[in-house]
């Protein structure tokens, strides 16, 4: 009877012993699973702030090319009004 009391315990023992090693299965497996979802979240975010630094060299481009043309048009706005000027004068 002792023996059977002692195998019994030890049945209980182990059957405690994996159902830790299954929690801990359960939550490694969870780690795991928040882990590559983070990973596929940085993926994402790294792609939007290339994107986004795209889109933001574009805008500056954009920015100086219409500077350029202001430019432009401003001095040619000034050589006609000198024309004009000039015109007036004669």
């Given at each position: 009877m002792a023996t059977s009391q002692a195998q019994k315990d030890y049945a209980?023992?182990?059957k405690r012993q994996q159902a830790q090693l299954d929690a801990y299965d359960q939550q490694s497996k969870h780690a795991e699973e928040q882990l590559q979802a983070q990973a596929a979240m940085q993926k994402r975010a790294d792609s939007l702030l290339v994107l986004q630094e795209q889109l933001l060299k574009r805008q500056r481009d954009d920015f100086a090319r219409f500077e350029k043309i202001l430019d432009t048009w401003?001095?040619?706005?000034?050589?006609?009004?000198?024309y004009l000027d000039s015109l007036e004068k004669k």
């Open positions: 209980d023992k182990v401003e001095h040619q706005q000034t050589q006609y009004q000198k």
